[in-house]
């Protein structure tokens, strides 16, 4: 794996984010992993920041919400679908995804929130900040269609503090 910087890649995970992308969070020894088509890649307070959104009602929030890392794997080469699919329908509080589906975990330097193998880029970022969505200050449109059960998301925002290539 090499390290590679953060503006070389922005263009790439934008472009793969609508068709799912592994965050991975771990907490007092679990690690969970799930399906994110949907974030924001920029620069805010003068650091890159990926932002993360995450429904309160999933397992990983409870996860994310006690860590101070989470990291983002992109499979940009179409590889991973039925494992994508599999993180994107099923919830860490029934299944073990990573056993499940034979995952491989590697260490980072930069946190101690692994990164899923077999994706070509991996961003590690460091919590920055979160924000609960708050339903009265959200448009009617995107809160009845987005929002039928009042689930609301979480943001959290990542400052990108190393991105790896495989």
């Avoid at 609508?18 to 805010?44: D, R, S």
């Avoid at 650091?47 to 919400?65: D, F, G, W």
């Avoid at 029934?94 to 077999?118: F, Q, R």
Wanted: net charge negative.
């Amino acid at each position: 794996m090499e390290k590679v910087d953060f503006n070389q890649v922005l263009n790439n995970y934008n472009e793969v984010l609508p068709k799912g992308v592994f965050l991975t969070t771990k907490n007092n020894g679990e690690i969970n992993t799930m399906t994110m088509g949907w974030g924001t890649a920029g620069f805010i307070w003068n650091q890159n920041i990926l932002m993360a959104p995450v429904r309160k009602s999933r397992h990983t929030h409870k996860l994310i919400e006690n860590s101070k890392y989470f990291t983002v794997s992109v499979p940009l080469n179409g590889q991973l679908k039925k494992e994508l699919q599999f993180c994107g329908t099923k919830s860490g509080r029934d299944y073990n995804k990573i056993e499940e589906l034979n995952l491989e975990l590697a260490e980072v330097e930069e946190s101690e929130v692994p990164i899923i193998k077999g994706n070509d880029l991996h961003f590690i970022c460091k919590i920055k900040y979160q924000q609960d969505m708050l339903k009265e200050n959200l448009d009617q449109d995107v809160l009845e269609k987005m929002y039928p059960d009042k689930d609301m998301h979480t943001f959290y925002y990542g400052e990108v503090a190393a991105v790896y290539r495989e």
